[in-house]
């Protein structure tokens, strides 16, 4: 008997140990990413971008080039920005910061601000903050960005080795790792306005490096110098019937508009295919990480600005060499305050400990996210102030002024026709329930969605006692992160400026850095803390160099050169340039 107890005992053992059947999402999470350990990264970043796109199942217009991309690699389908709107989601992507955690979620800081009787200023994060791509440059990286910036400070000299709309890889010395940035505009907001053409700056992705390369027009407005439409490639039907959000209003004139951002799209695959075809002609793909992904959600009305899932959401796709884990999905959250430690960790560097995000990848990944957050405070002319938490499922919003109305009369985005139609029809009492939320006089001081089910967010259940528990939770966890950041919401943009100007009426200067020269050996220093140094070392009868070098130790000057350098903190005012013989 005592045998027969035995056997059952290891039975029950046996089947209790088989394993369950795994999601491609868990096989992923347990394969070991056997990666370069130095390897290039490609970063291709498009704008005001949902998920439009067939990889995540939108199949409404094709994207070879993206869909081929998702099939050698990994999508996410859980990544957020922390805001809405592309400078205060940059200044995160920069930094690791949370924006308005070091000043940087009002849009922008130096725009619209003269008209509220307040100095234009900029975002100024703790003084141990560098730019991610000053971290990489000072482990040997040659990084560059092409060729948006929009950070809410002004870049240090020593940002990048070479930002501009020529930036490339190619320029590189030989061997050497590389960090590069391709901005892809043709899917912002503005290509939605009439008339509707393809911006002319944006041919050079056809012609990516090649500094002779002008487009028509050079010189003029990037975003007002447009092909016509019939100069413009037409990649899907324009008599095409897309899909509506229940938000917008289903008409004419609103079909255009969904026509032209697939039409943008498919135009920004192309982009994107002519650029991944190019390091591909240079035998670097195999040894390249490579991202797509957008600056935030969509272009459309109650998409960009607004801190929903349609604001926020944005495709991420990643390719890794030799197709590891190819055609998989990882489903777990990222906010984009974890890029700049997941860089680190891919090159095997400790991510910095002033950064607010955590890494996704590499040596230093950290345990998986319970919650992303996001918030929204001045929009050009238009102030609201929203903090948002979001779990796997549910999306919790506070409303820091309830007496206001959702909608902001902002000008830039009132060039939308779809905009123009849901205005019209609001005057004229003809819109449904779903369309008249955004235009309630006054919101609720909370609320809460299940996304699962409620994706565009139109049914609130903060008042549901049945989800009292989640209300709960998710109000803990927003208070945690605000004290976490040391995010103030109701501070006054007036209040905050003077707080980052250390109680001073005028913005915070760079110290001069401070050369000493020891027979050739020289070293500098700036008394500004974390102040940032670049320099250039021109020897005599050569050019000057068109990179800024990032100073880090004691330097070798060759008899007869000149030394150039300039002191800068983040969100100070640079120093001055200064010249030594």
Known sequence: MKYLKLLLIICICLVGCQPKE?????????????LPKRPNILWLVTEDMGAYIPPFGDTTVATPNLSKLANEGVIYPNLYSTS?????????IATGMYPSSIGA???????????RGLPAYEAVPPSDVKMISE??????????NNYKTDYQFKAPVTAWDESSPYAHWRNRKDNQPFFSVINFTETHESGLFEPYGFREIETRLYHAGDSSYNWKNKGA???????????TPVHIPKDTKFKIPPYLADNEVTQRDMWKLYNNIAEMDRQVGAVLKQLEDDGLLENTIVFFYGDHGGPLPREKRLIYDSGLNTPMIIRFPEKLQAGTKDNQLISFVDFAPTLLSLIGE?????????????????EKRNYIHAAADRFDAETDVIRAVRDKQFKYIRNYRPEQGYY????YRERIPAMQELLRLRDEGKLNEAQKQWFRESKPKEELFDCSVDPFELNNLANHPEYKDKLNELSAEMDNWLGVIEDNPDLPEAE????????????????EPIITNDNGKVTINCETQGASIGFKVVKNGEKVPKSWEVYQSAIDIPQGAKLVVQAHRIGFKPSSVIEIQ
């Open 22 to 34: 795994k999601s491609n999402t868990q096989i992923k999470d347990e394969a070991a990413l056997e």
């Open 84 to 92: 809405g709107v592309c400078a205060p989601s940059r200044a995160a």
């Open 105 to 115: 979620n009002h849009m922008r800081t130096n725009s619209y601000t003269k008209e």
């Open 135 to 144: 971290w990489l440059r000072q482990a040997g990286y040659y990084c560059t």
């Open 221 to 231: 407005s990037h975003a007002n110098n447009r092909m016509t439409e019939e100069e």
């Open 350 to 366: 400790e991510p910095k400990s002033y950064m607010q995000g955590q890494s996704f990848l590499g040596d230093y990944k950290a």
């Open 408 to 411: 902001l009369p902002i000008t």
């Open 496 to 511: 905050l400026i003077k707080k980052l100007w250390y109680d001073n009426d005028v913005q915070p200067v760079t110290l």
